[in-house]
């Protein structure tokens, strides 16, 4: 007999998105985007000093021949899209990685770039490393326009962070956080894990004190992922490394919440907890957006679609070809299902934006009541005036629900593209 799984996900795949058949991804460059009215810039920058076996992001080690193609390349990549978004507001430009200050210069200009072709004047988030940040950089960024950051401080504890393979210290991530409340930034979030190995309760409660002391005004708070393609799990194959289980996971994020709640922060996303009256720092508050650089990917409302992972691909098929590796069309059911699942992660689920987006014709309960209705009977969805919201209680399992899917489709996407500068097509 087939295990549950097999029935259960297509079902609710199904219900959420209309399909039942797994996307396909495929090796077709779509047209250029036309008549994007509100979008959001995403800059991938894969370069780092040291690669973290944990992370399953795109990067890799920093080398400065390698990235002068890739900023040769961003350069060229930026003029292909400036006429098709000629008509466009933007809503925020998204800086991840990597580290993106490992080349400050490097960095700066393609700032100066992109704040030019788009003629920019939104949010500019970045996210930053505890060793790639001393106050000279953190001047530039907000003499050039950023105004909010997140910075990667993991975890204040020395022996935690060694255990994790991070090439820094506690008091460097403290130190690098102080500097940046100092400067002044719309908003500063710090990054933390839990669940790691060697973690106790003690250390996370000292983790979270120490951050919130410091001043920021977001805190998120990641359990260690394992993606089945990266380093650790990898790692966890080969050496069964063992890693914290549910109840350990439940207990820190109860802590999280409780402590949160008592310094004055509400919470914000699944994992991300902000002072009142302050910017949240997200990357994924934008429907439509546009990626630059190896990896990044691009919803347009009628295509997704990501580039090629490779950084010397992706270098050397500019300017002549868009370095797209894969794309899958979007149907209007599947852009709106997209739509729900961004904003059930963000917790809350408005009609107002629903409507903003996909026109008067459609409500909430209207498109997703056979989704919606079952959640609030299991009190895990709210409604109220306006459209619903994710409870305290549903924020948890509604996660880990998502997380059976996501894990899934991006293990399966960057999975293939990792191992495949061009693949042929992935099934997700
Ligand atoms: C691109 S990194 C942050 C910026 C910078 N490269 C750094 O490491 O400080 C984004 C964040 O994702 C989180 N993260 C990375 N890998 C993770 C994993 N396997 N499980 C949970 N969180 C992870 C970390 O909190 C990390 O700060
Ligand atoms: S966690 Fe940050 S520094 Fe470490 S490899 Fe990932 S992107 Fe690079």
Redesign the pocket.
Same mark, same amino acid.
């Given at each position: 007999m087939l295990p549950a799984k097999f029935i259960w996900k297509p079902l609710v795949q199904k219900i959420v998105t209309g399909q039942w058949n797994r996307f396909h991804m495929r090796p077709i460059v779509p047209a250029f985007p036309d008549n994007l009215k509100r979008v959001g810039l995403y800059l991938h920058v894969p370069f #780092?000093k040291n690669l #973290?076996s =944990?992370? &399953? /992001?795109n990067r890799i080690e920093y080398d400065d021949t390698l990235f002068g193609q890739y900023e040769r390349a961003i350069h060229e990549e930026i003029e292909l899209y400036r006429s098709s978004l000629n008509q466009s507001e933007f809503v925020s430009l998204y800086i991840?990685?990597?580290?993106p200050t490992v080349n400050l210069s490097g960095l700066l200009r393609i700032l100066e770039h992109l704040k030019s072709a788009f003629s920019l004047s939104c949010d500019i988030c970045i %996210? $930053?490393? &505890?060793s790639n940040m001393d106050a000279e950089c953190l001047q530039s960024l907000k003499d050039l326009g950023i105004t909010m950051l *997140?910075?990667?401080v %993991?975890s204040t504890s020395d022996h935690i962070l060694k255990n994790i393979g991070r090439n820094h210290d506690g008091k460097t991530a403290v130190d690098s956080l102080r500097r940046a409340v100092r400067i002044g930034f719309d908003s500063v979030n710090a990054? $933390?894990?839990f669940a790691l190995p060697g973690q106790t309760i003690q250390d996370w409660e000292n983790d979270l004190r120490t951050v919130v002391s410091e001043g920021v005004d977001q805190v *998120?708070t /990641? &359990? $260690? =992922?394992? =993606?089945p393609y *990266?380093d650790?799990g990898q790692a966890q194959r080969i050496r069964q490394i063992k890693r914290p289980d549910s109840r350990a996971v439940r207990s820190m994020l109860g802590l999280t919440q409780s402590y949160a709640n008592q310094s004055g922060f509400k919470r914000c996303a699944v994992w991300s907890w902000l002072k009142p009256a302050k910017k949240k720092f997200s990357s994924i508050t934008r429907h439509h957006y546009i990626g630059f650089g190896p990896s990044a990917a691009s919803m347009t409302g009628t295509n997704f679609y990501v580039n090629t992972f490779d950084v010397r691909e992706y270098a050397a098929s500019l300017p002549k070809k868009r370095p797209i590796a894969l794309s899958m069309p979007i149907d209007r059911r599947l852009e709106m299902a997209y739509w729900l699942y961004w904003r059930v992660y963000e917790l809350k689920i408005l009609d107002n934006d629903f409507q903003d987006l996909f026109g008067k014709a459609f409500t909430l309960d209207s498109v997703f009541s056979n989704v919606l209705k079952p959640f609030k009977l299991a009190g895990m969805i709210g409604k109220k005036n306006g459209g619903y919201y994710v409870t305290e209680s549903g924020a948890y399992w509604i996660h880990r629900l998502q997380n059976e899917y996501s894990l899934n489709y991006i293990n399966r996407l960057w999975g293939s593209c990792r191992r495949k500068a061009w693949p042929s097509e992935v099934f997700l």
């Open positions: #780092c #973290c =944990f992370c &399953p /992001y991840g990685g990597g580290t %996210e $930053l490393h &505890p *997140s910075v990667g %993991e990054d $933390l894990m *998120s /990641y &359990p $260690l =992922f394992s =993606f *990266s650790l």
